[in-house]
């Protein structure tokens, strides 16, 4: 007991051991170390070996109290099942040795609490040796058989401290586990510990009433049969609340209640845990009366459920939770359906009401699993040749109906500010998912939005799910892909704990991930899956999508920051924006063209179908003599600088506005898709290195290993598309129009123009001014996205990796490919 534990060691076991579950090659590299360290037989004469693999083993059990225990009873069980069908069992033979050790040690260090200065590492270490056993009994109950009355008497340990309280509660839990296998117990020491139990529920707060409660239904119903001793305790608080409503229906702002309140929650948490435990409509406790008690309790129960204090509602709701396990049917009575419909989809609900529901309906999966576990190996006990699947179906139908009813809504609770209400409702939805009790395709969306969490744990895990989900389904990632991104928007807008920042879709940390990156490597595997998926997101940028501003910033900011791994990938990309392009700016000018003509001199608005046409294609004719001689104008002056000129356009166009300024805010809002797309695929070509000939030459129906090189993506290369996150923190779309504000808008409406004007080359052009032409549509590009280096995403003015073809800083020729 006195040497002493290393570290070192003890931190490096930690750190291996929670590998139990990796990859084969690693699991069984810690399986076979742990079985020499720790599940190897030691020699019965080597006791200094024993007490070192003790402490050993119990330091690493106590350095694990706040990420749990799975790891020891996978490792256990794994040790154990690899020997099931072998003569010679040495794992098995060294846990007896460990146990036998293990009770021996807890004596040892229960003498010596007496001593002050070493009380508080001996009452941890006692700790750590009861918590190890009760690992050991819940993987193999049998070996802690014959030490049963020995650990009786810890029931009675004084509690002053938290550890006294977890010595309590894990003794509680080892003799639930063990008691019920021991041959012909004497019946002093089943009374000793009924009574040792129901002084403790009396006593003590709810973790202690939990797990002796639990304890008791395990000695009573499996062996004892002493339900008269459990029925006179649920009377007293079950009489006590009845008494507590009464009083509360004559007066609710009784003092009595107030005075009375810690009663009030000790009865309803109580009385859900004896219902979670004993069937009390069992003749065994009620006898011949005709009263349905699990109707009783429920009407108490929902009664205070509506009590104006939060803690009685919480306590009553913990209560409800319990009786559902012994009584599942209650979850579909309509009352029971509006009280957690109502408390998971209004926002306005307490945060706390919101997760114990959540902590109700894991509570009931959990349990119901572990008990069709229990149920599968006692059938393959008595009778393999029996259908274990349909003895299932019947226990997992009441399940699957229970979660139709309420999955909406958990889904729904992943849109929540609080991360302990979205990781309760990951938890819920990995259960179901797990259990199969619900078809998986309709958790894809919510679990690609869950994959974007700021929280690490709680993204693998959504992630994890949709691997799953993918090795049993195909297809349904891709299906769900876009849907998913969408949602994923949705939940950063309700995690954004700033409204006026505008929500960005990649993670800020150095690494500057998009938030979906997992999805994309899902499909990037599948180059139609991945086509498909990268033209959907490419087609809320149209005009006629009317998607909302910051979405499109969100989708543009993944589709930068996706994790591209070969050069056809950010190509096909930029083949699409180019098409987009010249079909979404041509209908944006037309538009805004209209609105000036509706407003003013509706008299020359063109009858023809041609002119309508020409108007359209070229996007050069006006209905305003000034506006019609501007072009002209501008093409003469494609190389010139001269700000009087291009001051000039503008007043001319100011003239002819609208005195209503929507069709301005409408333009201003609909041209941030096309700016996006301008500045995404001037990042795609800055951080690829493209020139502007590759991208000019590609080709989406050629070969796949055409393009199949690696990227060599460039560092430092951010995507910063400044006009739309200022568009966005001015909140112009719902702001006064200034003069000013007129005018900078007039000046993007004339650089759209001119860029559309020179988007493809025209014939004229090719005879040797095709240089004016690339530098009109380098400077439109330029004055769009604001001018700065490439590096910050505005446009080049010259190609420095064009293989020597000039075609400028922005689109390629679409008419030409």
Not at 89 to 117: F, G, R
Not at 227 to 249: D, I, M
Not at 489 to 506: E, H, L, M, S
Not at 682 to 694: A, E, R, V, W, Y
């Amino acid at each position: 007991i006195e040497q002493p534990t290393f570290p070192k060691i003890t931190e490096m076991c930690v750190k291996m051991i929670r590998r139990v579950n990796d990859e084969e090659g690693i699991k069984k590299l810690v399986n076979e170390t742990f079985q020499k360290l720790w599940f190897t037989p030691t020699p019965h004469h080597d006791k200094e070996a024993m007490t070192r693999k003790i402490l050993n083993i119990t330091d690493v059990v106590a350095a694990c109290r706040d990420t749990g225990y799975d790891w020891f009873e996978q490792l256990l069980q794994n040790l154990l099942k690899s020997e099931e069908d072998a003569s010679y069992k040495p794992v098995k033979k060294a846990c007896t040795q460990l146990v036998d050790n293990l009770v021996e040690h807890i004596l040892k260090y229960e003498e010596s609490l007496s001593d002050s200065d070493n009380k508080g590492v001996n009452s941890g270490r006692l700790v750590a040796c009861i918590t190890t056993l009760f690992l050991f009994s819940k993987i193999r109950p049998q070996l802690m058989v014959k030490h049963a009355m020995t650990m009786q008497p810890y029931l009675t340990t004084k509690c002053s401290t938290q550890n006294d309280f977890m010595v309590i509660c894990n003794v509680a839990k080892i003799l639930e586990l063990v008691v019920p296998l021991m041959e012909h117990p004497s019946e002093t020491f089943l009374a000793t510990i009924e009574e040792d139990l129901m002084k403790l529920i009396i006593k003590y707060g709810m973790t202690v009433v939990q797990h002796c409660v639990s304890c008791l239904g395990a000695v009573v119903n499996k062996v004892t049969q002493n339900y008269k001793f459990v029925w006179a305790c649920f009377n007293r608080y079950y009489g006590a609340l009845s008494k507590l409503k009464s009083q509360h229906q004559e007066d609710p702002n009784s003092t009595i209640l107030t005075a009375n309140k810690p009663a009030l929650l000790r009865s309803l948490f109580t009385v859900g845990a004896l219902c979670r435990h004993f069937d009390f409509d069992q003749e065994d406790f009620k006898g011949n009366s005709k009263v349905n008690i699990k109707d009783k309790v429920l009407e108490l129960l929902m009664y205070f459920t509506k009590h104006s204090d939060e803690e009685v509602q919480t306590k009553a709701i913990i209560g409800l939770g319990f009786a559902f396990i012994q009584h599942p049917s209650l979850m579909f009575e309509q009352e029971v359906k509006t009280l957690y419909n109502s408390i998971l989809s209004d926002k306005n609900c307490s945060v706390n009401l919101k997760i114990q529901v959540l902590k109700n309906l894991q509570t009931y999966l959990q349990e119901e699993d572990t008990r069709m576990q229990q149920a599968d190996r006692d059938w393959k006990k008595v009778a393999k040749q029996e259908d274990l699947k349909e003895m299932g179906d019947i226990s997992s139908g009441m399940s699957s109906s229970i979660m139709q009813l309420y999955l909406k809504q958990v889904l729904e609770a992943f849109f929540h500010t609080q991360s302990s209400v979205r990781h309760f409702a990951l938890n819920v939805i990995a259960l179901t998912l797990n259990q199969g009790l619900i078809h998986p395709v309709q958790c894809v969306p919510y679990l690609i939005a869950m994959g974007t969490d700021p929280e690490p744990s709680m993204r693998n895990k959504a992630d994890q799910q949709l691997v799953e989900i993918d090795k049993k389904y195909a297809g349904f990632i891709h299906m769900k892909a876009v849907a998913g991104m969408k949602m994923s928007y949705q939940v950063q807008q309700a995690i954004n704990i700033c409204p006026k920042d505008p929500v960005r879709g990649f993670r800020h940390d150095e690494s500057s991930n998009a938030l979906c990156s997992h999805l994309y490597s899902m499909i990037r595997g599948n180059r139609q899956h991945r086509r498909a998926f990268l033209i959907s997101l490419l087609n809320l940028f149209d005009d006629t999508a009317k998607t909302e501003v910051n979405m499109l910033l969100y989708i543009a900011d993944n589709l930068a920051c996706f994790p591209y791994q070969t050069q056809e990938e950010p190509l096909f990309i930029m083949h699409h924006i180019d098409i987009t392009l010249s079909v979404s700016g041509s209908n944006l000018l037309q538009s805004f063209k209209e609105s000036m003509v509706k407003d003013k001199k509706k008299e020359r608005k063109p009858s023809s179908d041609e002119e309508t046409e020409s108007d359209s294609n070229s996007g050069t004719e006006s209905e305003s003599e000034e506006e019609a001689s501007k072009p002209r104008r501008l093409r003469k002056r494609v190389d010139s600088e001269s700000d009087s000129d291009e001051e000039n356009d503008i007043n001319a166009v100011m003239k002819c506005l609208p005195e209503n300024s929507a069709p301005l805010i409408e333009f201003a809002n609909v041209s941030q898709g096309i700016l996006l797309l301008l500045m995404l695929k001037q990042h795609l070509k800055n951080l690829c290195g493209f020139s502007d000939s590759k991208i000019q030459k590609y080709s989406p129906s050629e070969s796949a290993k055409v393009y199949d090189k690696a990227i060599n993506r460039k560092t430092g290369v951010h995507f910063h598309p400044k006009q739309t996150l200022d568009f966005l923190r001015s909140d112009m779309a719902n702001s006064k129009i200034t003069e000013e504000v007129k005018r900078s808008i007039v000046k993007q409406y004339l650089d759209f123009k001119l860029l559309m004007e020179h988007l493809d080359p025209d014939e004229e052009e090719e005879d040797g001014e095709v240089s004016a032409s690339t530098n009109a549509r380098n400077k439109a590009i330029t004055s769009l996205l604001g001018g700065g280096s490439p590096k910050n995403n505005a446009a080049e003015t010259e190609d420095d990796e064009s293989d020597g073809e000039d075609r400028g800083g922005g689109t390629s020729g679409v008419r030409r490919r």
